[in-house]
């Protein structure tokens, strides 16, 4: 990846600068970063394309006449 390239450098040189506890935070944080974010790319599935589904099956959802304990 380039931007591990480009930013791994400077990131090691100020990882070595903190003390454990901090550098631990730092971990969690990317952890996290990479929870949030990296489930996104990886399942492709973005908000317009949910609500694009979400428009078309409005006619099922909303119709009047289907009851809701019929479903």
């Known amino acids: 990846m380039i931007v591990s390239q480009q930013y791994g ?3 090691l040189k100020i990882l070595e600068t903190l003390p454990a506890g ?11 970063l990479k929870q949030q ?12 394309s949910l609500l694009l589904q979400q428009q078309s099956l409005s ?7 289907e009851d809701l304990y019929e479903l």
């Open 9 to 11: 450098p400077q990131l």
């Open 22 to 32: 901090k550098v631990l935070e730092i971990v969690n944080f990317a952890k996290f």
């Open 37 to 48: 974010y990296g489930s996104r790319t990886q399942s492709q599935i973005d908000e317009s």
């Open 59 to 65: 006619k099922i959802w909303d119709d009047p006449g």
